[in-house]
């Protein structure tokens, strides 16, 4: 179905208002969201379903990318999801941060993947280094060995027995 006409029958069905109107409408727009990810403006149409449905956290989410985009919405989404690799995830958008459509929405994914990278980085360097003595590897080596030879000489001793009732 094109594009257009999706957005016709999901500005229809938000028109109705009632609850499985505008969930049909939140789904036919989701799905042109991950279809072109990229279109800002099928971003705020789903924005938008989710003001209906009284989700602040779910409408920033999905103009967080956008030139405008009201505060509190933001605020939710931040609150919603405190990481910025959550978030990042939940824009769900694909591609380079060069390929959006706006300056803002490249600055906004920018900064997003800066946060990003400065978090883990923390969390790397917050991680204690200790290494793994070379004795406990050889003993979980070598008890991973012990349960596959009993395992393979389970199965062998199952295979001699069916033979043996069979023959």
Known sequence: MPVELTLRKAAEELRRGDLASV?????RVAGLVGT???RLDL??????????????????????LSDERDPEELQAFEHAYRRADARLVA???QGRVD?????????????LHQDAQLELQR????????????GACLIVMVGGTFVLVCFLLGIV???????????
Do not use: I, N
Not at 23 to 27: E, G, V, Y
Not at 43 to 64: D, K, N
Not at 123 to 134: G, I, K, R, V
């Open 23 to 27: 969930l049909r409408a939140r789904q």
């Open 36 to 38: 072109y990810p990229q």
């Open 43 to 64: 971003r705020e149409r789903l924005a938008e379903v989710y003001r209906v449905l009284g989700q602040p956290a779910q409408a920033g989410r999905w103009t967080y």
């Open 91 to 93: 824009l769900s958008w």
């Open 99 to 111: 390929e959006a459509p706006t300056e803002t929405a490249r600055t906004r994914l920018a900064s």
């Open 123 to 134: 969390e790397l360097d917050a991680t204690p280094d200790q290494e793994t003595s070379w």
């Open 157 to 167: 001793t199952l295979v001699q027995f069916l033979w043996k009732l069979v023959s």
